[in-house]
């Protein structure tokens, strides 16, 4: 899968089938401070937003989503994907990866989950960033310029609890009403100074044992 990714990833424009993204948004940042210090490495995180026309729009709750989600789903994993590849480095740098989407407000939530909860979504996802885990996610209805807060944890090791992390998507004129933004997310690495353990780490902790501890 790889091998369709070298190079700097084409516009929707030039690819055949994407007539229906409007624009394509990427959001890039680093962490090189937290409380005042510089984390042990400096980790980048990123998410990349586009901006799709509805294909649902106006249909009953009733009709079928499977033929526009085959059509479409894979082309927009492969386009986020690639511009993640490209801001972040390539998949062996990535370690964290989420989904979201979110539909504008004359369409259903269905809708949202269609473009990002079918393998033709996620499995793609998973496999260009050479992840293992299930990819964590969020899906909403909103305005325009709602903002979209996308969980991510580790591409691997999903129990990992340093690599809990979120990054917000926001796209300022999307989605219309008619419109729905499909976001890929991922990180290089961590939150900041990871210092909370993790389950190979943990004291054994229930109910009855805390409530034998308050006694």
Known sequence: MQEM????????AQQPGLAAVRKVVLYHEETV?????APARPVQRASVAAVVANPWLGTSPSTSLAEEVEALAPLLARLLVGKLLDALGGADRVEAFGKGALVGT???IEHAGAM???PYFGNLVRGLL???S???????????GHSLVIPMWHKNHAAT???????HAHVSDA???DEIVVVAAASTGPRPHPRIGDRTTDPTVTVDILKEARA
Do not use: M
Not at 5 to 12: D, I, M, Q, V, Y
Not at 161 to 167: A, G, I, K, L
């Open 5 to 12: 990714l070298k190079g700097r990833p084409a516009s929707p």
């Open 33 to 37: 401070r937290e409380n005042g210090a």
């Open 106 to 108: 004359a369409g259903e």
């Open 116 to 118: 990002i909860h079918t």
């Open 130 to 132: 050479e992840g293992e």
């Open 134 to 144: 299930i990819i964590c996610f969020a899906d909403a209805r909103g305005d325009a």
């Open 161 to 167: 609890r340093s690599h809990y992390q979120t990054v």
């Open 175 to 177: 989605p219309r009403a």
